[in-house]
Nanobody, 115 residues
């Protein structure tokens, strides 16, 4: 089995920064894609950013230039550095792992951007 545990969420003012972490444990294969998704109140879950085991990244247009995804494959950990946070970034952020035709989700961490 695979478990994903997110951390790093919290309350931040507009323009501030946060760094999210997601640690994966269990049967992790070397070839996989890890990513961050978010779900705001009353909205559908949406892609934020993904990163492959080879280091290729993909971002939602809304976060390009502000968020950076990275990973430490030795630690099976993915990070999301979020800068210049906006009110619209408020959401529960979920970590996802895709491997061998299966996907796994973390329980999420809440990010609240408020003045």
């Amino acid at each position: 089995q695979v478990q994903l545990v997110e951390s790093g969420g919290g309350l931040v003012q507009p323009g501030g920064s946060l760094r999210l972490s997601c640690a994966a444990s269990g049967s992790i294969f070397s070839l996989n894609v890890m990513g961050w998704y978010r779900q705001a109140p009353g909205k559908q879950r949406e892609l934020v950013a993904t990163i492959t085991s080879g280091g290729s990244t993909n971002y939602a247009d809304s976060v390009k230039g502000r968020f950076t995804i990275s990973r430490d494959s030795a630690k099976n950990t993915v990070y999301l550095q979020m800068n210049d946070l906006k009110l619209g970034d408020t959401a529960v952020y979920y970590c996802k792992l895709d491997q061998v035709l299966r996907n796994y989700w973390g329980k999420g961490t809440l990010v609240t951007v408020s003045s």
